[in-house]
């Protein structure tokens, strides 16, 4: 009776919004759940989140170059009574991606990728378009028919997903796909824009390459890639190439901006890769320069790295390795707001000394819920809780490290040591050489002899297990005719 009515309540509320929603690029009715006054507060509420989660990249002139372009065209778009805010974020990821009522995010690791303005433009207008014809509210709508968290398939149910998701602050809408059908339209409102704006938007159509060739022999990442739910690069580049030339006539954009060397130039020392600054995995360790620990990590999980938290999963999805700070002014008071906040009952605990290190060691299981019904108590305690886990909380220099590493109760013996590995490693970071370690970031140059690019970046010394790595970044190929005065990106610190 009680599923009854919440469903027919639901029924009546879809009916009820969709009497008056329209859609602000068709025209057409559209079923949301969600004022526009409610879908510009949960922007506003998971941009901090976002920010918390990944860190803005400080470079302001980046900052400034992304919000300019993204208002010129927020102005022209569907939807120009929104307040937009574009930000770049710190993520290597090659990645661009929208949230309800304004918000553009792209990764510095997309930034480094495009090669001019016009490309950058496109991509700004396609998430621009997300938010304009509302996908991302119609995104949010389905998330309320199932949860998602984060690291690709490291959910295997919503018991351990909720541990994947504790310090990502609810983020799980960053990674819901949209549809193919938002994607091609996304597209196309992509080219409209930055065409209104004065740029060329065949270069978007060839960006798509670029992405097709990044993709191509690479994991899924932890924060999905531009190309994770979009259409085929090839369909893609064929009918953006066309509309780009409709919108060009259309508006007699004769002269379209590219802007090659203007773009490269602004991306000039941006880091390339994983900032070792903020922690680094190499050979199956983690280093934090920084903060100056280390721990080892299981051979071939993946792997995500933010300013708040280490996460690492086998491929099947089958546990999680998580490393974050703890509140608490010390070892016990951290330990029992870990149990407390994550609804967890302690089965054992245990004083230890980690490398030196005082530290508490725990092996948990989330706490019995409640039953609505009294009747089903009973079955309840007959339940094997389906989650365990081990938690390490380590005292070092006057912080407290949480190591949480949790499967199911079936597979717990069999993690088990793959966890302790982790924990009982960690210790202090001495080794100079990863104290250190340098970023690399993007090194302009400009060709004063005609070459091949591949003898162009043998020239600056790259090594041959990079070359097509570059060759990528600069959208060529290595067999393609440099002309003398191109500017081209190299990689240096």
């Known amino acids: 009776m009680k599923i009854s009515s919440i469903f027919f309540s639901s029924i009546l509320c879809l009916i009820l919004l969709s009497d008056c929603a329209r859609n602000p690029v068709t025209g057409k009715r559209q079923v949301v759940l969600m004022s526009e006054a409610q879908e510009i507060a949960m922007g506003k509420e998971a941009d901090p989140q976002v920010i918390a989660q990944y860190g803005l990249y400080e470079d302001k002139n980046l900052q400034a170059f992304i919000t300019e372009k993204g208002k010129k065209m927020a102005a022209i778009s569907h939807r ?24 553009v995010y792209f990764t510095r690791g997309i930034m480094a990728h495009f090669n001019n303005e016009a490309q950058f433009t496109g991509v700004l207008g396609h998430e621009t378009g997300h938010i304009t014809a509302r996908h991302t509210v119609a995104q949010q709508r389905n998330a309320l028919l199932g949860q998602l968290g984060i690291l690709g398939s490291v959910i295997i149910n919503p018991q351990l997903g909720r541990f994947a998701e504790s310090a ?73 190439t066309k509309l780009a030339a409709e919108w060009k006539q259309k508006l007699n954009l004769t002269n379209a ?66 490393m974050s700070l703890a509140p608490g002014n010390n070892l016990q008071e951290a330990a029992n707001t870990m149990l407390q906040q994550n609804g967890l009952r302690s089965l054992e605990s245990q004083q230890i000394t980690v490398n030196g290190l005082p530290a508490i060691a725990i092996v948990a299981e989330p706490q019995p819920q409640e039953q609505q019904q009294p009747g089903q108590q009973q079955q309840q305690q007959q339940q094997q809780p389906e989650v365990r886990i081990l938690t390490y909380l380590i005292e070092y220099n006057k912080s407290i ?12 013996n069999q993690y088990y040591p793959i966890f302790k590995n982790t924990m009982d490693g960690f210790r202090t970071l001495t080794d100079q050489t990863k104290i250190n370690k340098k970023p690399e970031r993007i ?18 010394k790259t090594p041959d297990g990079r070359l097509n790595e570059l060759a990528i970044l600069n959208g060529m190929n290595l067999t393609d005719i440099v002309p ?10």
Request: charge should be neutral; proline fraction near 5%; glycine fraction near 8%.
């Open 80 to 103: 120009p009574n929104i307040n937009y805010e574009f930000k770049i974020v710190d993520s290597d990821v090659l990645n661009a991606f929208a949230l309800p009522g304004g918000y």
């Open 168 to 240: 990502s602050q609810g983020l799980g809408l960053l990674f819901l796909k949209f549809g193919r059908d938002a994607e091609r339209q996304a597209d196309a409102l992509g080219v409209e824009y930055s065409s209104k704006i004065g740029y060329d938007a065949k270069e978007m159509a060839d960006f798509f390459l670029t992405l097709e060739r990044k993709s191509e022999g690479t994991e899924s990442a932890a924060l999905p890639t531009f190309l994770s739910s979009h259409p085929n690069p090839g369909d893609r580049y064929v009918t953006v």
């Open 257 to 322: 901006t590219v802007n090659r060397n203007a773009y490269l130039q602004r991306i000039e020392g941006l880091v390339y890769g994983e900032d070792p600054r903020q922690g680094f995995l190499e050979n199956n360790t983690f280093y934090h320069p920084q903060l100056k620990f280390q721990f080892p990590t299981p051979a071939n999980w993946n792997y995500q790295n933010s300013p708040q938290q280490v996460q690492l999963a086998p491929k099947d999805g089958k546990a999680v390795l998580m």
């Open 401 to 412: 490290y949480w190591l949480l590493g949790a499967t199911s109760a079936r597979d717990f």
């Open 443 to 460: 090194r302009n140059k400009t060709i004063s002899k005609s070459a091949t690019l591949q003898q162009v970046l043998k020239n600056y």
């Open 484 to 493: 003398v005065g191109t500017m081209i990106k190299t990689i240096g610190n």
